[in-house]
């Protein structure tokens, strides 16, 4: 614990140089700018920084202050279009639409912006500390899970999600396949079979989760908003001072420590991102609650809370394996591994000792970045929400401007225009056919990754299904799977025979 | 057609005719088929930053993502044929694609192989606790029983990276669709996959080891000719343990395939110069690449010697008829 301490002291004497200090809060800024964004995610900001970071010529411990900043920044500013626009700012962000949008259209939007910073302060502060403490301990445990641990977290989170805005079970499941169906477009990654391509180059490396996002999700939002434009039936939201209070807080505790451990949890694994963090804490959340629990996707707090902790623990959690083992955990601390490399640094055990103060000045400036977000976001939600009083016709061709360069910025290709399009179409369908589009995305996000670790796992024993069973790990996630499916069901029961013997008497 | 139209197609016409007969490089572009931040995108840096003093102007570097480098191949062989300033990174893994008709109906006839950038070489890695302590400990297994060791890299079965452990399943005379491979998304993930225990022979590359050499993992052997220079002298090479394994992983640029023989020699001379210089190799090191200093008809070859090496494995791995 000592080392512990005395590095931390590195660390910050590190990150608070005047210098470092400014990048913190820079990046930070910029990071919730460009996760606001729909579209451009951290993935995109660090990218873009990166060679401009490099050839400033700046030190390397700033340079990756600088894109980690971003990097948390962007996943605080992904909440902010999914609250205010329904359309998800970054792939981490889209459960947060889900009570995020309700909570702004009924008019709470200044509480929705402040609860989720907090929220995301919350996640944030609880992966850092537990980062320091626990560190290389939990990237064992991080690169220990098999992939047949990843298919028995797939089904715990298939299990929590089951009855997602469950109002029509048969809808949902057909929204999930769909998303299942999405995902198997492309060239199968263990077999190398062309799935789906249609002879279409760009479809070969499959479709990229932001273009299903922001044309499902944030197209879809679009061509609805100019039908109801069309047929003269826009509802003018009304302005909001409204602001988190303490008894929001104290509501959503217990969601915030559930929240922040999962989402920390699941950031350490390599195979998983934020959008599996916080499609499981939402799901967690919504199988606590009571059976008879209606508020789930009307604005409920938990909901908003849930992914959005999620979200931020996921990120630090990420760092994990990649400042321990030089493993990265993500697309996003992929690129942060390059640049360490581009600065000739060797991530892994040895950072620690060999460049203090590059592990522990990046470790004190996440401690720094998560206050500074704070800070910085509290004070604009007054602003943000009044992005909502922007007259409709203004505020459609904007949003479309944005998603079009947003999805053309990730990655150039003309073809993603095409594919968002049409995907809105599809988008705007299904919501005309009262489809809720979330379980479309989360089968398409955590079919992917079940099939892939499935087939891996099979690969890997030789065609045996017992190796699905085969660790503790496992043995626990098929447990809680029964639990929540098991459980509300159990809670709900005495209840049932109650009003069966009122019915009887 | 307007009058107006008429003139500006004319002045288009012109200035396309002007550029096609002047053989110069004005407006250098390195084109990345993928995302930023790949390895194509390392690819396009190489050439950026180390024939900077040599270029006319700075080189801008482009991405064209889609279909493993397909849209690229199709965009140079459809309406940028002869555009003499754009150069296309590619990889071995673009070459193996390109004859198994992932791009379509195209040959290694329909582009100007022009010079390399680097290489890398694959590597046979185990984790540090393994029981194979040498090669000839992994090939004893392997030809006793083949299913008895789980190989697994960042690729889908039939890529580049799966090759490498087709190879080594091959020189232990085992049949490679007999032998047990895990795909994972990505060289991270299969050394997760490796140190946690998944998989207990990670087929990767050379380059990626230097954040490992720390003592988690165990080479057992490079797949290069001869030794590697340091930090990976150490490393012996399959040959070197009566393997005949050897995996290069090339890294380099082509052109469309009408461009000039003039703009051709022109860039070919550009890298001959480069291939010498100190700068360049210092930022080919930089970008984990070993020398690869071929230009011209030399690299031509080396691609289509490459491309037989590949062909063999794929018709014997039923990835494609033998014609």
Known sequence: MTEVFSGLATGFSVALQPFNLMLVLFGCFFGTLIGALPGIGPINGVAILLPIAYSLGFPPESALILLAGIYYGAEYGGRISSILLNVPGDAGAVMTTLDGNPMARNGQAGKALSLSALASFIGGTVAVVLMTAFGPLLAQFGVGFQPSDYVALMIFAFATLASLVGANPIKTLIGAVLGLMLATIGVDSNTGVMRFTFGVPDLLSGIDFLVVVIGLFGMAELFHLVEQQARGAVKSIPVDRTFVSWADILYVRWTLVRASLIGFIVGVLPGTGASVASAVSYGVERRMAAPDDKMFGQGDRRGLAAPEAANNASAGGAMVPMLTLGIPGSGTTAILLGALLMFNITPGPQLFSQHPEIAWGLIASMYIGNVALLVINLPMVGLFARLLTIPQHYLTPLIAILAFIGIYTIVGNPFDLYMIIALGCMGWLLRKLDFSLAPVILGFVLGALFEDNLRRALSISGGDWGILLSTWESYLLYALSMGVVIGPWWRGRPRRRGEGAADKA | ?323
């Open chain 2, 1 to 323: 057609m307007s009058n107006k139209t008429t003139v500006i197609l004319a002045a288009m016409m012109g200035l396309g005719l002007a550029g096609t007969a002047m053989a110069e490089i004005t407006k250098p572009e390195c084109v990345a088929p993928a995302k930023p931040g790949g390895g194509f995108d390392l690819t396009c840096r190489v050439v950026q930053t180390g024939m900077e003093a040599m270029l006319p102007r700075a080189l801008e570097v482009t991405f064209m993502p889609g279909g493993i480098g397909a849209v690229a191949f199709n965009e140079f062989n459809t309406s940028r044929t002869d555009d003499p300033n754009a150069l296309v990174a590619f990889s071995t893994g673009s070459i193996l694609n390109l004859l198994v008709g992932k791009y379509g109906e195209y040959s290694l006839d329909d582009a100007r192989w022009l010079a390399g950038a680097g290489v890398d070489y694959g590597a046979v890695i185990v984790k540090a606790d393994s029981p194979f302590q040498t090669l000839a400990d992994l090939m004893a297994a392997m030809s006793a029983d083949p299913t008895s060791v789980v190989l697994g890299a960042g690729g889908s079965v039939g890529s580049q990276d799966w090759m490498k452990a087709a190879l080594i399943a091959k020189a232990a005379g085992a049949d490679p669709k007999a032998m047990r491979y895990a795909a994972f998304d990505g060289g991270g993930e299969a050394l997760a996959g490796l140190l946690g225990g998944a998989i207990q022979v990670y087929t990767g590359d050379m380059a990626e080891m230097a954040a490992h050499l720390d003592g988690s993992l165990r080479i057992l052997a490079a797949l290069s000719e001869e030794r590697l220079p340091a930090p990976y002298a150490e490393v012996p090479t399959a040959k070197e343990q009566g393997v005949d394994a050897v995996w290069p992983i090339m890294r380099g640029y082509y052109l469309g395939k009408n461009v000039s023989d003039a703009d051709y020699a022109t860039w070919v001379a550009m890298f001959t110069t480069a291939h010498a210089d100190a700068g360049f190799q210092k930022v080919q090191a930089e970008k984990g690449l070993f020398p690869l200093p071929l230009a011209g008809a030399a690299f031509d070859a080396a691609v289509r010697a490459q491309a037989d090496t590949l062909k063999t494995l794929a018709v014997e791995a039923g990835l494609m008829p033998a014609n």
